[in-house]
């Protein structure tokens, strides 16, 4: 009983790693997100768009983690350097979203245009979603080699908390949207955003530098 209970105290800090990665990652100015703001702007196919785009983040994520754990298992110097290079990434990432500070920018959900059919919209976000090289730079490797070196009982906590995040995110953003577009066309609020953002990958960056120093 015990050793269940310290297990789950242990996962919660897992849990929030994983959350904050994913939510500072995937709220970014893009097509992607523009398309499900747009789609639920006019509250067309939005649960479809919302469960796909989120879907397919958790299984790019999961594929990401346990495949680098599995690669990872038995090199350690190269789990270290892929700390390392995560870290600078996150750390440049966050410098990026502090530079936007200065930019006046927000996001528009488009024209509008004849409805899409249910498929059709699917297919959109399919493309906005898989063929947007970074995502795959964002969830495959980056979070992949950084949940991969998570404990193994604790790797799926990891998994679950960027996944929660994703799912928060798109769902925020599709059946939100009439109440969100007002705010996300002020350059002000995303403005705020994006210094969260960059606080929170600076954290991340040390907190990854601290764990390929210890595995020293």
Not at 154 to 165: D, E, I, N, R, T
Not at 206 to 212: E, F, Q, S
């Amino acid at each position: 009983m015990s050793s269940i209970s310290h297990l789950t105290t242990a996962a919660w800090p897992v849990f929030a790693q994983g959350l904050l990665l994913s939510f500072g990652l995937i709220v970014a100015i893009g097509a992607q997100n523009a398309f499900v703001l747009r789609q639920g702007l006019r509250r067309e196919h939005v649960g479809s768009v919302v469960l796909f785009c989120a879907a397919a983040d958790a299984l790019l994520i999961m594929a990401g983690v346990f495949g680098m754990a599995q690669a990872l298992a038995d090199r350690p110097q190269l789990a270290q350097a892929l700390a390392l290079a995560g870290a600078v990434f996150l750390a440049w990432y966050g410098w990026k979203a502090w530079l936007r500070l200065r930019q006046a920018s927000n996001l528009h959900a488009g024209q509008a245009s004849d409805g899409l059919p249910r498929g059709a919209a699917v297919a959109q976000a399919a493309a906005f979603t898989l063929l947007n090289p970074h995502v795959y730079l964002d969830t495959v490797l980056l979070m992949g080699s950084i949940g991969a070196q998570q404990p193994g009982a604790l790797q799926g906590w990891f998994v679950a908390g960027a996944s929660a995040a994703s799912m928060a995110w798109f769902t925020l953003l599709g059946f939100g949207a009439r109440w969100l577009a007002p705010w996300f066309s002020r350059p002000r609020a995303w403005q705020v955003l994006d210094g969260l953002i960059g606080v929170t990958m600076w954290l991340l960056s040390a907190l990854l530098v601290r764990h390929a120093w210890m595995a020293f």
